[in-house]
Structure formats: structure tokens, C-alpha cells
């Protein structure tokens, strides 16, 4: 008389193969909205720094950067001036990720 006791190999094999599958899919995910996050995390800084450089600039003050992964580039007109903050794009961001600009009118 043979009494088998256990799961047969296909069926092991198959539920390791879907737990597998199921967790690199899951860390794949984690690791896309990490990316989000650090992404709008920068953006959110980078609108900071070019409301502060704006602000400095209609002072009368030089526009500093307090942040080293942005650059804060001005541009002056005779009636206008061009603020811009640039950052270094991250993994898995559009091009046009990476530049803020506004225009101040001087009256």
C-alpha cells in the first residue's frame, strides 16, 4: 500500500515561480514610487529656491542656491528678469522634468 503525504514538485514549483513573480513585481513598484517621491521632492525645492531667488532679486539682493543639486541662473533685460533653477535629472523622469523659469517685470 503506498500512502503519499506532501505536495507533488509541479505544484511547489509553480507556487515558488507565482511568490517569485509576485515579489519582484512588488519591488519594482516600491522602487517606481521611491523615484516619484524623490522626484517631487526636488521639485518641490526647486519651486522654493525660485520663489526665494525671486524675492531676493526684487529686494535688490543677490539670488543665492541653498541646495547643491540646483543651480539658479538670472538673466536681466532692460524692463524684465529671467530667474531660472535647473537640476540634474533622475532615473526614470521625462526630459522636460528638470528646468523652472519666471519672469519678473521690473516697473
Known amino acids: 500500500m503506498n500512502t503519499d503525504h506532501g505536495f507533488p514538485l509541479t505544484e511547489v514549483m ?3 515561480l ?3 513573480s509576485t515579489s519582484l513585481a512588488l519591488l519594482k513598484q516600491q522602487w517606481h514610487i521611491s523615484q516619484l517621491a524623490n522626484q517631487t521632492q526636488l521639485r518641490t525645492q526647486a519651486f522654493n529656491q525660485l ?4 524675492e531676493r532679486l526684487l529686494a535688490g539682493q543677490a539670488a543665492i542656491t ?3 543639486r540646483l543651480h539658479v541662473h538670472t538673466s536681466q533685460a532692460t524692463d524684465k528678469i529671467m530667474v531660472s533653477v ?3 535629472k533622475l532615473p526614470m523622469q521625462p526630459q522636460a522634468c528638470c528646468l523652472l523659469r519666471r519672469e519678473l517685470v521690473i516697473l
Do not use: I, P, Q, R
Open 14 to 16: 509553480v507556487s515558488l
Open 18 to 20: 507565482l511568490m517569485t
Open 51 to 54: 520663489d526665494n531667488s525671486c
Open 66 to 68: 541653498t541646495d547643491k
Open 86 to 88: 535647473a537640476w540634474k
